[in-house]
């Protein structure tokens, strides 16, 4: 693994990453002593991503669902 000072990192920070991209992880390291390594992050499979309309039919949201409790607000502020 590839081991590249913090100056030299930041000044080819975009082939680097494009490195790390393409499955080649590399350390930065500051002043000889490691400090990060970086590595390509794994695409989440087909079953693990969420989507939307998940909870279809697990509740239901009241029709006045935008003015509940107007009353009791505007008590507390005074309206």
Known sequence: MQTINIHEAKTNLSRLVEQAANGEPFV??????????????DQ???DQMQRLGFMEGEFSVPDDFDTMGSEEINVLFGV
């Open 28 to 41: 930065i390291a500051k002043a000889g002593r490691p400090m990060v390594k970086v590595v390509a992050i």
């Open 44 to 46: 989440p499979s087909a």
